[in-house]
């Protein structure tokens, strides 16, 4: 659990990124954003700028306002790891590309989790193929006659 701690220490700066940029392209001023949110003013500009990690309340306060998923914020800040189970073939963790898929705000949850989904099944096909026993001979190719 410490690289979860150590990297939602590292996260909130670019939670607050994060933050700014939905907001931004969602036009709203930050005043907005705190009252549909529900937040103070001052305090959503702390977490903006990276000085408070809000709770995870606050954080699906801040994704329904700003209509985007609570798990890409919980992502964002740390508190949820993406995918630690997906490996690559190569064994290393394919974090990167569940991490673009859940911050892509041009894909809907539903979009999101069908993709995920899909890719998952996919990685874990090429990670683990099954290998014939070492009792069968290998499979031969038919000819066409």
Do not use: C, W
Not at 1 to 13: E, W
Not at 102 to 129: C, G, I, M, W
């Amino acid at each position: 659990m410490a690289r979860l701690s150590d990297r939602a220490a590292g996260a909130v700066g670019s939670l607050g990124e994060y933050l700014a940029e939905q907001r931004r392209h969602a036009q709203l001023s930050l005043r907005q954003l705190s009252d549909l949110a529900g937040v103070s003013n001052p305090y959503l500009s702390q977490i903006e700028r990276g000085l408070r990690k809000p709770s995870a309340d606050v954080l699906q306060q801040l994704a329904k306002a700003l209509r985007i998923s609570a798990e890409t914020l919980y992502v964002r800040a740390g508190i949820l790891d993406p995918d630690d189970s997906a490996e690559g073939t190569d064994g290393r963790k394919v974090a990167g590309v569940v991490d673009a898929v859940l911050l892509d705000p041009a894909l809907n949850e539903r979009q999101k989790r069908v993709l995920l989904d899909v890719y998952t099944s996919f990685v874990r096909e090429n990670a683990a193929p099954d290998e014939p026993p070492a009792t069968q001979p290998p499979a031969r190719k038919r000819s066409a006659d």
